[in-house]
């Protein structure tokens, strides 16, 4: 009989909710407002004072890592033009020393050429002068000896063909 009576009651609920979907059912309505509510509520207060400070500090932070990072690469890169600025600055001065060494050895060796050229002009010179002198006392002995070999030369031509 005990379940019998259970039964009974079991198809009284069955019956009772077998016509209806329990979110449509009028006389659930109320019931259904206030956990709404009261979900609603405990959901917003979760949400407000919890999880979107948490939300809004990892933006923050994002926000100011990338700030910071951003900040960096500019410094870096103003660092780097810098740095290049200076390597050009320094690779034109040292081309521009280069050139004046080159100039300056070229000028010294055009200078030292020249001196060179004048000591050699000088001792050529010389040599044409002295050579000139020995060329001129060897003409010089050769006229004076001319008529002493041409009166030698005389005589032995009229001995030859005296004594023919």
Known sequence: MAVDAHAAEGAGHGAEGA???PPFDASLF???LIWFAISFIALYYLMSR???PRIGQVLARRRATLHADLEAADAANAQADAARAAMEK???????NARKLVDDMRADVQKSLAQTQV???ARVNAQ???AEKRIADARAKALADVSGVADDLARAIAAKLAGA
Request: a negative charge.
């Open 19 to 21: 016509g209806s979907f």
């Open 30 to 32: 109320s019931h259904q």
């Open 50 to 52: 919890h999880v979107l």
């Open 90 to 96: 320094a690779t034109a001065e040292a081309r521009a």
């Open 119 to 121: 000591d050699a002009e």
């Open 128 to 130: 044409i002068a002295d």
